[in-house]
């Protein structure tokens, strides 16, 4: 193995990992280092938007930076970050127990906070039941991950990238069949491996838990889960039931909306793990 190939593993062993069974020659690497400077290329010609300023966009990270929900937000991708120095952590789904505990504001303002730090980000729509994101960006939401699935397209084609941060998105387009069998399928696992090649961090904003199935298809090919609950509407049973359904190594912490002492206690007590404590922060969001 030569120590070209060997440089190109350390890099960025998903996308080596082709190279391993086949041509590890100077041509062979050559061709290679070509095709990842051509999907790099294709990244940097995706559709640009720029970050609504707008208060109901919810994007508090980019519009009011000094709120204290915004350097919440700064402290979670902190500990990401440095998690992320310890262990495979690039995959990151947020969800909640039940709908309107605010997950998908949380999943666009983290994936923007990431990219500010100036890593390049992917924040995927991963809820082709009620998908929110496209609306929250201003984008057109009719073509993304479901649509992708049908048509022989390069994904590249699907997204958009914002203006100002190294930051992607991937609508969850128009979903015409059933969504579980669309996020559990081989294509969308070997999407996923493909994508961590080309990105630091993937965001990917799911469906609640309960009832549907999907979050947890999700979670299993993720390499963190971030669960969203909110005082006053997530019934501590159906809390509880959420986090026994989320692999313990892989629940990364807890996002409390709207929590007082009390009530982050009571939650806390339940999700502490032996090892290490996930991590908590509390913010005022809303689906």
Same mark, same amino acid.
């Given at each position: 193995m030569s120590r070209v190939f060997e440089a190109l593993q350390r890099a960025n062993p998903e996308l080596t990992r082709s190279l391993e069974e086949g041509d590890k020659s100077s041509d062979g690497i050559s061709q290679f280092v070509a095709t990842l400077s051509s999907e790099f290329a294709a990244l940097d010609e995706a559709l640009p938007f720029a970050i609504p /300023? %707008? &208060?109901e966009a919810r994007l508090v990270s980019w519009n009011d &930076?000094?709120?204290l929900a915004a350097e919440n937000l700064r402290i979670l991708s902190a500990r990401?970050?440095?998690?992320?120095?310890?262990? %495979? !952590?690039?995959?990151v789904l947020v969800t909640s127990a039940i709908q309107g505990d605010g997950k998908s504001a949380i999943s666009a303002n983290l994936a923007i906070t990431l990219a500010a730090h100036g890593e390049k980000t992917l924040l995927i729509d #991963? $809820? !082709?039941h009620q998908p929110t994101l496209s609306k929250s960006f201003r984008v057109d939401g009719e073509r993304g991950f479901s649509t992708w699935h049908n048509n022989p397209e390069a =994904?590249?084609?699907l997204l958009y990238?914002? /203006? #100002?941060? &190294? *930051? +992607?998105? !991937? &609508?969850?387009g128009m979903c015409h069949e059933q969504p579980l069998s !669309?996020?559990?399928s081989q294509k969308t696992s070997e999407l996923l491996k493909q994508l961590a090649g080309w990105f630091s961090w993937i965001v990917i904003d799911s469906p609640p838990l309960l009832p549907l199935g999907d979050a947890s298809? +999700?979670?299993?090919? %993720? $390499?963190? =889960?971030? *669960? *969203?609950a909110r005082q006053g509407v997530t019934p501590k049973k159906v809390f509880l039931k959420s986090v026994a359904s989320i692999d313990r190594s892989k629940l990364f912490g807890i996002v409390m909306n709207d929590a007082n002492a009390n009530e982050e206690r009571y939650y806390r007590a339940y999700y502490s793990g032996k090892n290490e404590e996930p991590t908590r922060h509390s913010a005022k969001y809303s689906k």
């Open positions: /300023e %707008s &208060p &930076p000094n709120s990401l970050r440095q998690s992320q120095q310890r262990r %495979s !952590l690039k995959k #991963g $809820d !082709l =994904v590249t084609s990238r914002a /203006e #100002g941060v &190294p *930051l +992607w998105f !991937l &609508p969850a !669309l996020i559990q298809i +999700w979670a299993t090919m %993720s $390499d963190a =889960v971030l *669960l *969203l």
